[in-house]
């Protein structure tokens, strides 16, 4: 164990993957010579050279069909998006070739390919930089998503997602990545990707949160309403669905927090907490933006509110 | 896959069909470009049918003449007479031959005609250009064109070509047979291969 960032966890994941596998490779906007946009891929250049570490052009969707291409015919590329809102750009390659081409090829292409990158709420990037794009990706059939909320968590996770053999959607958070946590030096440590976590065990009301707003809501005392204090809680990440849908709990009280705009399903889902709960409509929080003292001020309802 | 093939250092050429309608696409153009930045063993073969669906090209393209995109992006590039089966073959044969020498890519613009509509609903074909140019171009067809000039060159007989298209039309026939005999695939291929089952 060694403590570190998230962005270090991540860079050492590519390290230890790229170690490994010759058939890994890294492509992207400035990912070599500049180091990275976010200096995840620091390094690795000087470390693995260029034919591992491709600088391309402005062009997601042209880097990301190369990623495809190579993909469908053995090699392991790990696409770089600067930030998941330029993935828009790639949306035509990611949708209609990476994550169907294993299906409408009956099984004789597929497609072991990760494109990773940071997205959702940062730090004032305004509108067209903060975008949660999970929750598109996410209604793809063929695409696995995958979002870190820990250094060790993106270790884990980034080299599962690298030796997958189908196409994952990786998406950091800018907001993470200076985070630091213990982090396994281990080059054979993987977590398994689609299974929830339980942080904290509790009684009174099970919450279901990923990446940043695992940690808001690990800090009770600013965010929560002092009838589901901390230490009757459970909170569980990275996001899951079905570890939350399998097991009921206990208080029969459940919300789910993350950092985008509700979705109806998961107002829905929120809602079918057994009726014996008072505070059976939970709503989503989805107020990230208020975390600074003096937003938050501003902000017209509390982190999480219920009805 | 060509970006593949230069990582791992094998001598596979690319051959990359698309049409007309694919040139004023964006992807188009990220995509030479890479190919040519990266040298890629890539031979984009544009068959250029005059009409993507009911757009003529002259309505779609401020560059009619597709070849020329390959100037701009420095790679080899020239337009080829689609109808000639043997300056296909030998224009396609040369850009391979160069991708594997100089390690580059080529344009190569196939014109040709579509005979038919584009679809069902698009049966004559009819509505965006004149029978006249039609049937005109059917008489170009690179089939009985193929067929005149073996005939010519003594290299088939009449014979030969009755059996060639007696084998070719029994084998048509077959195939839909045997895909009207089999059954339809069950509800569950909805769910099959979503994923590749890592073992």
Redesign the interface.
């Known amino acids: 164990m060694a403590v570190m960032t998230y962005r270090e966890a991540l860079n050492l994941a590519l390290r230890e993957e790229l170690t490994r596998d010759p058939n890994v ?1 890294v492509i992207g906007e400035e990912v070599g010579l500049y180091e990275g946009a976010y200096k995840v891929t620091q390094g690795l250049l000087k470390e693995f050279g260029p ?1 591992r570490i491709v600088d ?2 402005i ?1 997601e ?3 990301t ?2 990623g495809i ?2 993909a ?4 392991r590329p790990v696409v770089e998006m600067m930030t998941f809102n330029f993935a828009l750009l790639a949306l ?1 390659q990611i949708v209609n070739s990476a994550a169907k081409l ?2 409408m ?3 004789q292409y ?1 497609v072991p390919l990760v494109i990773r990158g940071p997205g959702g709420p940062a730090h004032q990037l305004a509108a067209q930089h903060s975008q949660s794009m999970e929750v598109y990706f996410y209604h793809v ?2 695409l ?1 998503v995958v979002r870190p909320s820990t250094p060790m968590d993106a270790k884990g996770l980034l080299k599962s997602a690298i030796r ?3 196409p994952v959607i990786f998406i950091e958070s800018e907001t993470l990545y200076n985070i630091k946590g213990e982090v396994s030096e281990d080059p054979d440590f993987l977590i398994p990707l689609g299974q929830a976590v339980v942080r904290r065990e509790g009684t009174d009301v099970t919450v279901v949160a990923y990446m940043g707003m695992m940690y808001r809501a690990m800090e009770p005392q600013r965010s929560w309403p002092r009838t589901a204090s901390p230490s009757r809680s459970s909170i569980r990440a990275p996001f899951s669905l079905s570890t939350p849908r399998r097991s009921s709990p206990p208080s029969g009280r459940r919300t789910a927090r993350w950092s985008s705009r509700p979705a109806p399903a998961s107002r829905a889902w929120a809602r079918r907490s057994p009726p014996r709960s008072p505070r059976r409509r939970s709503t989503t929080s989805t107020r990230l933006s208020c975390a600074s003292p003096a937003r938050r001020r501003r902000c017209p309802t509390p982190a999480t509110s219920s009805a | ?4 093939i230069k ?1 791992r250092g094998g001598d596979q050429v690319i051959v990359c069909y698309f049409g007309d309608g694919a040139v004023p696409e ?2 188009f153009h ?2 030479l ?2 190919a040519a ?1 990266w040298k890629l063993p890539v031979i984009w073969l544009c068959e250029n049918n005059r009409y993507a669906m009911g757009t003529s090209l002259e309505r779609a393209l401020a560059q009619t003449e597709i070849w020329k995109f390959g100037e701009t992006y420095g790679i080899p590039a020239e337009p080829v007479d689609g109808m000639d089966v043997l300056a296909v073959r030998a224009a396609v044969g040369r850009a391979v031959e160069r991708a594997r020498r100089d390690k580059t890519p080529a344009l190569l613009e196939v014109r040709t005609y579509r005979f038919r509509g584009h679809s069902m609903r698009d049966p004559a074909g009819a509505v965006y250009r004149t029978k006249e140019e039609v049937e005109r171009e059917k008489l170009r067809d690179p089939i009985l064109l193929f067929r005149d000039r073996a005939l010519k060159a003594g290299v088939l007989s009449e014979d030969d070509v009755k059996k060639i298209e007696k084998d070719v039309n029994d084998l048509v026939d077959e195939a839909v047979a045997f895909a009207d005999a089999s059954a339809e695939p069950p509800a569950s291929e909805l769910f ?5 089952e ?1 073992a």
């Open positions: 490779f034919k391309t052009p062009a969707s042209g880097f069909g190369v291409g190579a469908m015919v053995g090699l035509d294993n299906y090829s009956g099984g597929n059939p063929g696995k997958d053999d189908n | 896959m060509g970006f593949a990582y964006g992807e990220e995509a470009n890479l930045l099959t291969d979503i994923f590749k890592s």
